[in-house]
């Protein structure tokens, strides 16, 4: 393997990772360290290479091995970072002992910048912020149409309710009914309840008009009784002679 040919074919040639603009050109690879398209920053053109990735919160350091060329699924090695930055930075310098120091400081610049990112997302993970729903048209039509179906269909019901009850009432059927079983209990519960209203009030209807009737007796005696005592004669005394005193 040859890093200059490979660098020749990619910057001349065709590259899917490379995104040009009017100024300057970018990698999207997932392993560049600084998302330049150049020479140095190529993992592909380069044989020594080494970057650090984050996954779900956690930073990693993926270093490429020549010797695994023939096996590109085994070609980088995946050593995960302490969460402590400092400790972070000591196995880098650990396992890139004898490496160029550019490619290293360039390697923690990458990590710096991704724990800063990542303790910008805790931060914003804790404050409150406004949560954005989708307004679905088409299930909200759906529903409205749902909606306006069951209030005609419960409309109905409440019709016929009331036909079940005049029917019940008249007796146009006599004992044959052949009614939907729902609303004809429906209907038969409240003829029972109206039926027993009724009944109860005749009930106290006929007690209060006993009572008034009884209380009219009473008062008609005690008028008869008065009028018998006015009748009765008053006795007269008599004249007695007044006896001087001797």
Same mark, same amino acid.
């Given at each position: 393997?040859?890093?200059?040919?490979?660098?020749?074919?990619?910057?001349?040639?065709?590259?899917?990772?490379?995104?040009?603009?009017?100024?300057?050109?970018?990698?999207?690879?997932?392993?560049?360290?600084?998302?330049?398209?150049?020479?140095?920053?190529?993992?592909?053109?380069?044989? *020594?290479?080494?970057?650090?990735? %984050?996954?779900?919160?956690?930073?990693?350091?993926?270093? =490429? #091995? !020549? +010797?695994?060329?023939?096996?590109?699924?085994?070609?980088?090695?995946?050593?995960?970072?302490?969460?402590?930055?400092?400790?972070?930075?000591?196995?880098?310098?650990?396992?890139?002992?004898?490496?160029?120091?550019?490619?290293?400081?360039?390697?923690?610049?990458?990590?710096?910048?991704?724990?800063?990112?990542?303790?910008?997302?805790?931060?914003?993970?804790?404050?409150?912020?406004?949560?954005?729903?989708?307004?679905?048209?088409?299930?909200?039509? *759906?529903?409205?149409?749902?909606? %306006?179906?069951?209030?005609?269909?419960?409309?109905?019901? =409440? #019709? !016929? +309710?009331?036909?079940?009850?005049?029917?019940?009432?008249?007796?146009?059927?006599?004992?044959?009914?052949?009614?939907?079983?729902?609303?004809?209990?429906?209907?038969?519960?409240?003829?029972?309840?109206?039926?027993?209203?009724?009944?109860?009030?005749?009930?106290?209807?006929?007690?209060?008009?006993?009572?008034?009737?009884?209380?009219?007796?009473?008062?008609?005696?005690?008028?008869?009784?008065?009028?018998?005592?006015?009748?009765?004669?008053?006795?007269?005394?008599?004249?007695?002679?007044?006896?001087?005193?001797?």
């Amino acid at each position: 393997q040859t890093d200059e040919v490979i660098w020749q074919v990619i910057n001349h040639g065709h590259c899917s990772y490379k995104t040009k603009t009017t100024t300057q050109s970018f990698c999207r690879h997932k392993f560049n360290i600084t998302g330049l398209c150049n020479r140095t920053s190529c993992p592909l053109a380069n044989s *020594r290479y080494a970057t650090v990735t %984050e996954e779900k919160g956690v930073c990693y350091l993926q270093i =490429k #091995t !020549i +010797e695994r060329a023939h096996t590109p699924k085994y070609m980088w090695e995946k050593i995960k970072l302490s969460n402590n930055f400092a400790k972070a930075l000591e196995q880098i310098n650990k396992n890139l002992e004898y490496w160029p120091k550019a490619m290293v400081f360039r390697i923690k610049q990458r990590l710096t910048r991704i724990t800063q990112y990542l303790i910008r997302m805790r931060k914003l993970s804790l404050t409150p912020r406004p949560k954005m729903v989708r307004y679905h048209k088409k299930v909200e039509r *759906r529903e409205q149409r749902r909606e %306006e179906k069951a209030l005609i269909a419960s409309r109905l019901e =409440k #019709t !016929i +309710e009331k036909e079940l009850l005049e029917r019940l009432k008249t007796g146009a059927y006599g004992e044959i009914y052949n009614f939907p079983t729902k609303a004809y209990k429906k209907a038969l519960s409240k003829h029972k309840t109206e039926k027993g209203e009724t009944e109860e009030e005749t009930q106290t209807d006929g007690k209060e008009t006993e009572k008034k009737e009884n209380d009219e007796i009473d008062g008609e005696d005690d008028y008869d009784e008065d009028e018998d005592d006015d009748e009765l004669p008053v006795p007269i005394e008599p004249d007695v002679p007044i006896v001087p005193d001797v």
